[in-house]
């Protein structure tokens, strides 16, 4: 019942930047994370970076030191900055709503790193 919205994706340069948001249509209770998964064509789907209700971050070694998540504090939107972008971060992202008895996917927005 709850819909997520992304936004913010889009074809960038090697090097540039992007932030990707993600709004739920309601808060979520018993939230336990929120988080970023992208897939390639080819390639499965895999985590990007991970928030838990708490504050605490996890990352892909292939984007530590380059992209940082973040959230509001009423955790309704979840955000995805992203700085010197490599082709091989081409992919769809998928935005990921954690609670304690629910997992929740949004549609899921386009990155293209291409000169």
Not at 12 to 29: K, N, Y
Not at 80 to 88: A, G, I, V
Not at 98 to 109: E, F, I, M, V
Request: with cysteine; glycine share 12%.
């Amino acid at each position: 019942q709850v819909q997520f919205v992304e936004s913010g994706g889009g074809l960038v340069q090697p090097g540039g930047s992007l932030r990707l948001s993600c709004a739920a249509s309601r808060t979520i209770f018993s939230i336990y994370s929120m988080g970023w998964y992208r897939q390639a064509p080819g390639k499965q789907r895999e985590l990007v970076a991970l928030i838990t209700s708490g504050g605490s971050t996890n990352y892909a070694d292939s984007v530590k030191g380059r992209f940082t998540i973040s959230r509001d504090n009423a955790m309704k939107t979840v955000y995805l900055q992203m700085n010197s972008l490599k082709p091989e971060d081409t992919a769809v992202y998928y935005c990921n709503y954690r609670t304690y008895g629910d997992n929740s996917w949004g549609q899921g927005t386009q990155v293209t790193v291409s000169s």
